[in-house]
């Protein structure tokens, strides 16, 4: 499966699929979120028009009220007849909203005012049935004087110069002094048709996210593609090279070999490129152990652009997405591809003995690791601590230092994760005693298993899902403190967890 002749697929197809199942499954869950939201927010967009409606109905009856107690204070010429005369005559005269009117019974029954029945006022209007045939002046009156503060009630009748029955919200209110029962209402259908447009208006926006979130998972899709393709091609022409240079050099060989007297003439010659050719064997051993450490290393990254694009659906999913939050998540995500090129140098770097050491500060490194992780940290609730005691300088490779202490914060994050600890916590304590710089990463994951130990560094060793380790993480760790920076490199359980520590110097 894993041969030179699909390697290069494997590296375009992986992170491609990748992304693609991970965008997938993200505008799946986005989708069927912003459907249950459409639901909830519609729920919430009707229950807040019929209350403003209501709150409609409230306004007008108390102004009516308001405006009969001020001109009956004010009233000094006027009879009270006179008055009740010219107040109604005012009443009628009001419109709010669509078909909105006032219309006033008195306690016994008798309708005092109303714009669309002048040739019933006056009348004994008990006898009075709605569409669904109850007697409607009967529960006007009666339940107004239960609750003579104000009442609501639903009921069927005509609009204003219209013969179909709809259904009607009315408010009614007791004005004592004159015994009236003051009402005014509102056509549900009327109310409908305006929730209605307002949920269309909120179905419009949400479409408007889900294509947002579209758009930018294939731009990422398309970005990854890429980059794969552009490194694969790159591996290609290193392989081809090799290939043929192993092949010039079996050539040789078998042209050595159709001739015994040539051959032993030659035996030293032989030998020295027998030797050459194991050399070239071993260095392709040594490519495809870097492939494979590669593909570990660019499993984090590509963790870390995952959890952008969840930031960018959890932002979408609030309103809050905008012009900033996308460019700072698309500068994040370059900057983790360029983590994820630099890796492939490093690693290049690794087996080569003229690498250069640098100068350079502990925690400078250790915020990188942490800077390059903290998406996924953030997105699994983990409480990520860094106590710098001293910050000293060290002499190694900063980046493949780096690279230790995100395999370590990331192998962390992992163990919490997967054993779902309540409160999970991750320490990094940055130190210098007796002469050497000193780094643990603890966390409060339960430990490793004892049994495990002394296995843990090994090669191809892991506790993981095949899918999800290689075995190769701390293993490449090791080699990179001890081997490259002359260190040292250790696991401890705690009474909480597992405590690594590096000690340099």
């Given amino acids: 499966m894993f041969s030179e002749k699909n390697i290069s697929k494997l590296i375009i197809l992986t992170p491609v699929f990748t992304v693609i199942l991970s965008s ?13 939201y459409f639901e909830e927010e519609s729920k919430r967009v009707e229950k807040e028009y019929i209350q403003k409606q209501k709150d ?14 001020y001109h009956v204070k004010k009233n000094t010429k006027l009879s009270e007849e006179e008055l009740k005369k010219e107040l109604i005559g005012y009443i009628e ?19 005092v005012g109303h714009p669309f029945r002048k040739e019933s006022i006056g009348n004994y209007d008990i006898e009075l049935k709605d569409a669904k045939g109850g007697y409607i002046t009967k529960r006007f009156v009666e339940e107004t004087l239960a609750q003579p503060d104000g009442n609501f009630m639903e009921y069927y009748w005509q609009k204003p110069n219209e013969k179909e029955f709809s259904k009607k919200l009315g408010f009614l209110k007791l004005y004592k002094p004159f015994n009236w029962i003051i009402g005014a209402g509102l056509y549900i259908d009327d109310i409908e048709k305006s929730i209605a447009e307002n949920k269309r208006v909120l179905e419009e926006k949400i479409d408007r996210y889900i294509q947002t979130i579209v758009k930018i998972s294939l731009g990422i899709i398309i970005l990854i593609g890429v980059l794969s393709f552009m490194i694969s091609n790159k591996i290609n022409r290193v392989f081809a090279a090799y290939k043929e240079n192993v092949k010039r050099k079996e050539l040789e060989l078998q042209d050595v070999n159709k001739n015994l007297e040539i051959k032993i003439n030659s035996a030293l010659n032989d030998a020295k490129k027998k030797d050459r050719a194991m050399l070239h064997q071993s260095r392709l051993a040594r490519m495809g152990a870097m492939l494979s ?36 998540s698309v500068k994040e995500s370059n900057r983790l591809i360029q ?34 992780a903290s998406a996924s940290i953030k997105s699994s609730n983990i409480k990520l601590i860094k106590r710098v005691k001293c910050n000293s300088i060290i002499l190694g490779y900063e980046r493949e230092f780096a690279q230790v202490m995100l395999n370590l914060i990331s192998n962390a994050k992992d163990i919490l994760n997967q054993r779902m600890v309540k409160n999970p916590q991750i320490e990094i304590v940055i130190d210098y005693k007796n002469g050497h710089s000193i780094i643990s990463v603890e966390d409060n994951g339960g430990g490793v298993d004892e049994k495990h130990l002394e296995l843990i560094f090994e090669p191809y060793f892991t506790t993981k899902e095949s899918s999800k380790g290689t075995g190769l993480g701390l293993y490449m760790s090791k080699m990179i403190i001890e081997k490259n920076m002359n260190g040292e490199i250790s696991v401890e359980n705690r009474k909480n967890g597992a405590l690594f520590r590096i000690q340099i110097g």
């Avoid at 997938?24 to 249950?36: E, P």
């Fill in 24 to 36: 997938f499954f993200t505008i799946y869950f986005f989708v069927q979120s912003q459907n249950s």
């Fill in 56 to 69: 409609i109905l409230v306004k007008e009856i108390n102004s009516v009220i308001n405006y009969i107690d």
């Fill in 93 to 111: 005269t009001i419109r709010y909203e669509k078909h909105g009117y006032i219309w006033i019974h008195n306690t016994d029954y008798y309708l």
């Fill in 293 to 328: 450490m590669i593909a570990h290393q660019w499993r984090q990254p590509l963790s870390e652009i995952s959890a952008i694009l969840m930031e960018l659906e959890i932002a979408n999913k609030f309103g809050k997405l905008d012009d900033r939050l996308l460019k700072d």
């Fill in 339 to 372: 983590f994820m090129s630099h890796t492939i140098d490093d690693f290049r770097n690794f087996f080569k003995p003229d690498k250069q050491k640098v100068e350079f500060y502990v925690d400078d490194a250790c915020s990188e690791a942490i800077s390059l």
